[in-house]
T-cell receptor, first 117, second 115 residues
Framework: AQSVTQPDIHITVSEGASLELRCNYS??????LFWYVQSPGQGLQLLLK??????LVQGIKGFEAEFKRSQSSFNLRKPSVHWSDAAEYFC???????????????FGKGTHLIIQP | EAQVTQNPRYLITVTGKKLTVTCSQN?????MSWYRQDPGLGLRQIYY???????DKGDVPEGYKVSRKEKRNFPLILESPSPNQTSLYFC??????????????FGPGTRLTVT
């Protein structure tokens, strides 16, 4: 069965500093990987996704993620964070027979991002 | 507007009183899922459906039922709710292809409290 690990429960970053959120996955085949963001009291918004091709994926809001098969990782980065980036971030892998996420996703437990002024 | 809707958005109920949370999508997606979100646990899949009359258990199906009589609707049923089902629930539908992968479209969430 697939699994996702987000090693950092909380991360605090100063506004304007760079950010990297870690994600490690376990899956037997080529994974389909996603990053979602959830602002306080809000639903889930897709930041970016990786299915195949270029291992550096660009997303919305200035985020990017790099797929590293050798490390089973899909870390999320942003060069300069803004106070509005404070939120919960979830990494997810496509689940089920297809692996593509048709029948759902397996999520990590999330990383809570705090932005210091 | 393409969307996934859930009703109600907030619900407070008592132990043992049957309830249904509705989910509807207007995108003609074949796949739909239910998740629950709990602090420190992330989102966990409850049930999913691959098409009308085809459903299967996710990771945490105990205490829940689902049905898929129409393509657009995928209600979540709690026959006898208990306090440990207090949670934030998300419905999702997905679209894509096996080669390119699938993207989940999430509803706004339903916050359920069982006392």
């Amino acid at each position: 069965a697939q699994s996702v690990t987000q090693p950092d429960i909380h991360i605090t970053v100063s506004e304007g500093a760079s950010l990297e959120l870690r994600c490690n996955y376990s899956y037997g085949a080529t994974p389909y990987l996603f990053w979602y963001v959830q602002s306080p009291g809000q639903g889930l918004q897709l930041l970016l996704k990786y299915f195949s091709g270029d291992t550096l994926v660009q997303g919305i809001k200035g985020f990017e993620a790099e797929f590293k098969r050798s490390q089973s990782s899909f870390n999320l980065r942003k060069p300069s964070v803004h106070w509005s980036d404070a939120a919960e971030y979830f990494c997810a892998v496509g689940a089920g027979l297809s692996g593509g996420g048709a029948d759902g996703l397996t999520f990590g437990k999330g990383t809570h991002l705090i932005i210091q002024p | 507007e393409a969307q996934v809707t859930q009703n109600p958005r907030y619900l407070i109920t008592v132990t043992g009183k049957k309830l249904t949370v509705t989910c509807s999508q207007n995108m003609n997606h074949e796949y739909m899922s239910w998740y629950r979100q709990d602090p420190g646990l992330g989102l966990r899949q409850i049930y999913y459906s691959m098409n009308v009359e085809v459903t299967d258990k996710g990771d945490v199906p105990e205490g829940y039922k689902v049905s898929r009589k129409e393509k657009r609707n995928f209600p979540l049923i709690l026959e006898s709710p208990s306090p440990n089902q207090t949670s934030l629930y998300f419905c999702a539908s997905s679209f894509g292809t096996p080669r390119l992968g699938y993207e989940q479209y999430f509803g706004p969430g339903t916050r359920l409290t069982v006392t």
